[in-house]
């Protein structure tokens, strides 16, 4: 039995509130489960050193707790005058698996800045990040379409992310929460399409070591974790979804 | 007539909303007008260096902006590796500021950090932090009192903050909305006490100088809107106004 | 009775040497009573990058103290790698101060850097930072109308700064030297021109608040002061006082 | 056919110098293809603060390359002032691998420090970075064993890491050099021990998605490489062949 | 015929004011033509990390330029974030001339300070760092032996430091200001003792190189202007004159 | 007697392995006794920002030490977030004296940088720094005039550094490996050419000083070691003899 009595292949409920502030392109707060983040998508007509004059565009993205956000209190990263080594592993992740979804020739010489502040953190932040993200960014570049300030969307698929862990006690559990985290043996992110192709896919035996057997397992729970996220990002995004479907089809 | 219709001396609408994130001992979301920011309160059992051993406590302050709270996006500072003037400026007013009515002896030796995260912007941030960031404090310190972690309530009398500007188009308004004050000519934050004392006072006239009159009549009008804000406060604090107002007798 | 024999209203005694070092445009010794603070002028010809192509120029100050200034040895900034909020507090200060009497648009695309060094520390040293960056900036621009590099004297009017305190024993006393600001109860520092208006003004009580009829016994306290250093100004200033005087009748 | 004229299922030459440089307690030179690595270990009797008084040991990796290791010149990340993300990300990933087959608590409160430093580099260089690491790793540990500084050898079992990529035109790849690495589609490092147990496995498609039949694909080329690595660990390790196998053993 | 018309072996006009602040335990300015260095020793009853625990001091020593000490204004190294190459291998070179000098043992656990802030620079800035850091060394020193704090004056033989140079058109000659240097071919600093004794030789020929004569030839100017200088050191410290000439002696 | 057996004028086996890394465009692994150097040189199309425009080159230097090049780990600068004066210090020095045999105008607008890598540390590590580094040079230059990339070659004469120094028990004693420098008085490094000229000499007398006879007696040995280990270099560029040779005659 689970900590908080869900079944093992069972999901935190998950809330996405579109427009969250009012001031970027694109905007939610994710909530899974008691871990909420904001998310906001920003569009700049410009694109970093590297990607210039290619014709195509980028995706970045920035993380970030409020120092209580946890049970501790952190000390901001601007205090300390550097981004730790998780902080920027979270963002390139983040970075990295959008683009995996994003036609960047259709996106054209823009960057699409992808913010995701975690105000309450219980777990699955990273994959909150991402889920919640990319619904963000759905929007501002849905919007971009609507404005006509983009001709294609450039969107080819739904992503979302989830983890799954494995324990002696529990064995193959589906999106942990801080406390189930805290005590699991084997932790996987795993970043997915609707139509189940991986994206991202990141297993760690933090002193134990793991199976090609419960690996098989853990992706099956994921696989089925990522189909009920992207159920609730269809819904926030109702409004685009002729312009997602369609990318979908083709592709 | 004000942009947004409001008299001269009338405040945007207030809400402070408790508990807005689970973990720290207080925490509030406070909205002035479309100004949103989260405030929470730590305490900490530890005073930094420079008070050790005093048997005194300390009030920390720390403020941010999320990237996107404003319309234009910032830069994190923790991506700069260095926190701005402006941020330094504002976390040592509301820290200053809050220290005035905290009886620093009867904390002991603890700090009472206090983070302020701007959310979303629309002029008057650093007072609607201080105003928001109060209402924390107060909450987590009567928590500490109902826990018997502290004998004596520190806190000596409300204190909230709100703004005043001339131009020569409007004369003398308060509590500005972003529009207004980057139009404004002066510009003064003003911080008291529920009991019309001043416990800081920063006017400013950026390329532009004022009078005795202007500045007299600018008082007036903040008096005004402290006593509005602290109405505000006093509802969120119910549940602990026996010890703030006993307090307030006292002194 | 004051520490050092001065009456209430009694600023220390002022004197301001011209061109103390020789590079700059313009540079000054200011001493109030041992308070010693070199200032340079520095005309530069370009803009900061957000002024560019405004047709306007920029006021922009540098404040540091010699570690030996004080009397415990400070470590430096440059060591620490970074400037201290207060640091930074001061330096914005003093820049917007002399801001509000130059007309920036007859300065044209130019930034005027004032430096100023504090080589010995015994209280007020922002506000005798103001009044001596104030002297050495009239020379350089004098300079530059006398070289006509520029067409018109952009200072409007004299400028001057000082320190105002209360506390229980001593009541209202101006000019604070070290030792009675650091027991003072309420502190406040003021700018203002030769002609009575207010340009700045930072009341702060640390641990403590103060009243209406305080504040104002403070207000009148520092015009007085402000005469007494702008007499003193005016005898530096001696040679380029046909250029303020008129520009100051004209306004 | 591959560009070197491996088959697919072929890794690059790999040879392991031990006791490369002379003062660590254990180091190697290794060379997978063109990538050569220094790894040097060193024990120190301290612990992080995080892990003070828990009667257990900690591993940490440092990852860098010379400024000409790559073909275009680098900038030294000590001239930047900051250590890269990608920088960050390496060394996170080799210190968690190698803690995977450590006994902590056999270790005592010790640091195995594990340097990484690239000299030449051609693709691969984390997995060859964990490669080496291990060996210099268990050298170092061996030694302190034979001069009785541990009682119980802590490596609980041989470990190494490759990489296995897949594109449109080779397929499916083990070992990918620095051209097939920027040319692939997929991209994926996997960390195992010698009884063929995951240790660590992050599958990446940049701009890319890939189903669980290729993975499946991926995760067997893998094996087999992990196989043919181990097998040069294990000559290079000979004089320590019994601490290692009867540990292996036990478990 | 040099360029202010000074004999090749004749150094420019050297005074030293003593006491110049008031709060160091010794300070002074000194003149050395239009350079002007403000050094003030400050004695700290700690010693760094590297020498806790060895009953002996520790001399260290800090080297600054004011923004317009030069022609062109320089930026601050706090702004910058860090001290510059230039500015690291002054203040080592400080620190190691003074400690030369100075019987560590006598010293006891304490650090001597020495600051040394260039208000005007006209060529010979570390020099005459050198030079008048020892004065204020010499009197802190004197001071702590006349008050008891120290047993025995630690300090072994005068010591100051100029330079040299050489270029086709004016052969060697001593004390170069700052246009002369910006023209030499190669440049020599030198630090000796009253006797005669090199404690450092630093020369170099940037894009040039030098013989073994020319080097001869530069030592015996060196000379000369080290007796010149030393004359002018006793003058300032002829209050304690007893104290270093009879440790002199004895050495 | 020396501790390695060395007669007092002898230096260390000196072997220099050319093209030990394959990327740059000239690369050596200098061995002076048991110090280990990776020297590589990078030839950039550009010049830095304050030699633009000047139609003359550059070169720079960088220099870093492995962590466990030496006894005990060193932090890595990279981690500590910068440059420690020490290395500022060599770096600078190595640049300085590569550039007093390099004809800049003949080089044209392009930086040399060399890279100078410790990864063994026996003392010496800066005199043989630039001793490899010259190598490398002159191998990256010679090629560029091979591949016709430059017209003439820019070398003027051979260059190398060697170490020196006085103890009471030893005398004056040539190229000090670390034991004999951890113990020495007097500590001299020397850049010379292979005509005899000095391009950077310094002389340190670590809490001693030193005679004019004893530096002559330094300088001596230093000539001696300096032949030998320019017949070292001269095998390692036989293919270039003839540039340097004939460029050697000319000037």
């Given at each position: 039995?689970?900590?908080?009595?869900?079944?093992k292949?069972?999901?935190?409920?998950v809330?996405i509130?579109?427009?969250?502030i009012?001031?970027?392109?694109?905007?939610?707060?994710?909530?899974?489960?008691?871990?909420?983040?904001?998310?906001?998508?920003?569009?700049?007509?410009r694109v970093?050193?590297f990607?210039?004059?290619?014709?195509k565009?980028?995706?970045?993205?920035?993380?970030?707790?409020?120092?209580?956000?946890?049970n501790?209190?952190?000390?901001?990263?601007?205090?300390?005058?550097?981004?730790?080594?998780?902080t920027?592993?979270?963002?390139?992740?983040?970075?990295?698996?959008?683009?995996?979804?994003v036609?960047?020739?259709?996106?054209?010489?823009?960057?699409?800045?992808?913010?995701?502040?975690?105000?309450?953190?219980?777990?699955?932040?990273?994959?909150?990040?991402?889920?919640?993200?990319?619904?963000?960014?759905?929007l501002a570049?849905?919007?971009?379409?609507?404005?006509?300030?983009?001709?294609?969307?450039?969107?080819?698929?739904?992503l979302?992310?989830?983890?799954?862990?494995?324990d002696?006690?529990h064995?193959?559990?589906?999106?942990?929460?801080?406390?189930?985290?805290?005590?699991i043996?084997?932790d996987?992110?795993?970043?997915?399409t609707?139509?189940?192709?991986?994206?991202?896919?990141?297993?760690?035996?933090?002193q134990?070591?793991?199976s090609?057997e419960?690996?098989?397992?853990?992706?099956?729970?994921?696989?089925?974790?990522?189909?009920?996220?992207?159920?609730?990002?269809?819904?926030?995004?109702?409004?685009?979804?002729?312009?997602?479907?369609?990318?979908?089809?083709?592709?």
């Amino acid at each position: 039995m689970r900590i908080d009595g869900r079944a093992k292949d069972e999901i935190r409920e998950v809330k996405i509130e579109k427009d969250y502030i009012k001031h970027p392109e694109g905007s939610v707060l994710i909530n899974v489960g008691d871990t909420k983040v904001i998310c906001s998508a920003t569009i700049d007509d410009r694109v970093p050193p590297f990607m210039r004059g290619k014709g195509k565009g980028w995706i970045n993205a920035e993380y970030a707790m409020l120092p209580r956000a946890t049970n501790q209190r952190n000390i901001r990263e601007s205090s300390k005058g550097k981004v730790s080594g998780r902080t920027m592993e979270i963002q390139r992740l983040i970075g990295r698996a959008l683009r995996a979804v994003v036609d960047l020739e259709a996106l054209g010489e823009r960057t699409v800045w992808l913010d995701c502040d975690v105000i309450q953190a219980d777990g699955g932040t990273r994959t909150a990040a991402i889920t919640g993200a990319f619904v963000a960014m759905a929007l501002a570049l849905g919007r971009a379409v609507k404005e006509e300030k983009l001709t294609t969307y450039p969107i080819r698929d739904y992503l979302a992310a989830t983890s799954v862990g494995v324990d002696v006690e529990h064995g193959t559990i589906l999106d942990l929460n801080y406390e189930e985290d805290s005590n699991i043996e084997v932790d996987m992110n795993i970043v997915m399409t609707s139509k189940g192709q991986f994206v991202e896919l990141q297993g760690t035996g933090e002193q134990a070591t793991f199976s090609k057997e419960q690996f098989d397992e853990m992706l099956e729970l994921a696989s089925k974790g990522i189909s009920d996220l992207v159920a609730v990002q269809k819904e926030a995004l109702s409004e685009f979804s002729h312009l997602l479907e369609s990318e979908g089809e083709e592709k």
